[in-house]
């Protein structure tokens, strides 16, 4: 539950919101009944039934610590929510703010749908909005004992006194939302029956509390038979969009599906000799990806915060922390029944409206779950360190490195699945079911807008394709994979972004982002079809412990 005091509000007051107009009330712009139709509603539900009685009294309370995630992500994207949902009106626009965490649409390149907000600040609020990346490299460059904490995931940058930037700890300046969800995570550790969990859940309490998350990640990737679980913390960078180093709060409950996760659990093994055969010289894949981590299917029962936020996520890899990655390895999460709705709900209409008659037979569930799950794998592939004494991939990229890592996983999980299909490893569907699959994805994903990460991978990787010949339009507008030739696109785009992300090349990157991240005029014309048809760009749920019958 939300919660209202004056012990929440000193937070949100140390982040100012975003400038805002004088009048009482936030009007919105035209048109905002019809951006609720972007978004179907699914509800979020799991057989409890099939869980132990300590298991379903848990998830009330990872619920509540769940929603403490959701209370900080509103500070971290705009400001007090209650107080700003209060002041619109429209209940159109009212539901659309929720939706969105604030006033801009990140569907729509994160454009304005409330009158007078301004345009949304590159900094969230995680820096002071008129901090330029000029103004905080001159800093660092005058005070470099200063460095790790100004660029650290877990600090907000403020003006203290006489305006001179300091850095504050999360767990200081989201203290009172912190400590409540710590509250609720160690009653729910009390009752957990499984060790693996209870010690993780122990852990990360602890590790809300210090901003220090190492030992709490390989608890988590220790973990192998729990039936809960649960994601919490400060996890990915995408909201920070001047330097891409401020993790944003976020949560996900979870209930394994443990039919599908037998069928998931040896690929990771893969991954050692997978990248040893990466379409790169060998100073590109020099590091060996961990192998120890594992893959299994969820549903999901709670998303809050940064991954509620637009566009929903349905699948997960982690952990970011690059020593735990090359040490353990990682854990891929595949939500099951998020993926299966955003399946029927929006790609089958898309490949109806946009892919050649002949090839929609290739339109396949196993296929978008292959597609999505090896994606999440090949977050693994590649290096995490540049080969030239940049520094890590992330720092050497800043704000380009989260969009380009979305790319490469998407091209570095079609090659897999390739590769895999070849050896005869993988037979739940055929190469061209994967391609064309993949392709009717990219136009999904597209859809999400270049404010999103996965929407501006995901315009490079089709123009890539485009002038590679990987596939064609005909003249009633439908595309039609070429099978032969997506398979040299796929590993002429892994190459090159391989060497991106080995090489540190920021310009480089930025450049072509520029170049290649933009919808064309043929593009725009099939996502207007697409709106046309009203077919949902993204899903929203209904969610928490009543629609599970736990209240």
């Known amino acids: 539950m939300l919660i209202q005091s004056l012990a929440f509000t000193l937070p949100a007051l140390l982040l100012a919101p975003v400038p805002q107009p004088a009048a009482k009330e936030y009007r919105p712009m035209p048109g905002v009944k019809d951006k609720l139709a972007r978004y179907a509603s699914v509800r979020l539900t799991t057989d409890v039934s099939s ?129 409540a969800a710590v509250r609720s995570i160690r009653a729910a550790a009390a009752l957990a029956e499984d060790p693996g969990f209870k010690r993780y859940l122990e852990l990360r309490a602890a590790a809300l509390e210090s901003d220090n998350y190492q030992a709490s990640d390989f608890a988590w990737l220790d973990m192998k038979d729990n039936t809960v679980d649960f994601v919490v913390g400060p996890i990915e960078t995408y909201e920070d969009r001047l330097f891409g180093y401020k993790a944003a709060h976020e949560a996900y409950v979870l209930v394994k599906d443990k039919v599908w996760s037998k069928r998931l659990e040896r690929y990771a093994a893969f991954l050692p000799e997978l990248q040893r055969g990466l379409p790169v010289p060998d100073a590109y894949k020099k590091e060996t990806p961990g192998s120890a981590s594992d893959l299994n299917a969820y549903d999901a029962i709670y998303y809050a915060g940064d991954c509620n936020a637009g566009a929903k996520t349905i699948a997960i890899n982690l952990p970011n922390d690059e020593q ?71 720092d050497a990229l800043k704000e380009q490195a989260g969009a380009l890592e979305e790319g490469k996983a998407d091209i570095l999980g079609l090659y897999m699945v390739t590769q895999l299909i070849k050896r005869g490893e993988w037979k739940d569907a055929a190469a061209m079911d994967h391609y064309v699959t993949f392709m009717a994805g990219i136009i999904r994903s597209v859809r999400f807008g270049a404010s999103s990460a996965h929407g501006r991978a995901n315009m490079a990787c089709f123009n890539f394709f485009q002038q590679a010949g990987a596939f064609s339009v005909d003249s009633s507008g439908r595309y039609r994979v070429d099978e032969a030739k997506m398979e040299k696109a796929v590993e002429a785009l892994a190459a090159k972004i391989l060497k991106f992300q080995g090489d540190g090349d920021y310009d480089g990157v930025k450049a072509w982002s520029g170049e290649s991240g933009k919808v064309s005029p043929a593009l725009q014309a099939a996502l207007h079809r697409l709106a046309k048809a009203n077919i949902p760009v993204d899903i929203v749920f209904e969610q928490g412990a009543s629609v599970l019958g736990l209240n």
């Open 324 to 394: 735990v990655q090359l040490k353990k390895g990682t854990r891929r999460l595949q939500l099951k029944n998020a993926m299966r709705a955003k399946f029927d709900k929006i790609l089958v209409p898309i490949a109806d409206q946009l892919i050649a008659t002949d090839q929609r037979k290739h339109i396949t569930f196993e296929a978008f779950f292959g597609d999505t799950m090896f994606h999440e794998v090949a977050h693994g592939l590649g290096i995490k360190s540049t080969i030239n004494g940049k520094g890590t991939v992330r």
């Open 51 to 179: 869980l132990t009685p300590n298991e379903r009294k848990m998830l009330p309370l990872l619920i509540d610590a769940a929603q403490q995630m959701d209370r900080i992500f509103w500070l971290e994207a705009w400001g007090e929510k209650q107080q700003f949902l209060a002041a619109i009106a429209d209940p159109d626009a009212r539901r659309y703010a929720e939706i969105n965490y604030g006033p801009w649409d990140r569907l729509d390149n994160d454009q304005a749908f409330i009158q007078g907000v301004g345009e949304k600040p590159a900094t969230a609020n995680f820096y002071p909005h008129d901090l330029t990346k000029t103004d905080f490299e001159q800093f660092i460059a005058a005070h470099p004992a200063d460095a790790t904490a100004f660029k650290s995931e877990y600090t907000v940058i403020e003006r203290g006194p006489g305006g001179q930037l300091v850095a504050v700890p999360y767990h200081q300046h989201f203290a009172e939302p912190v400590q």
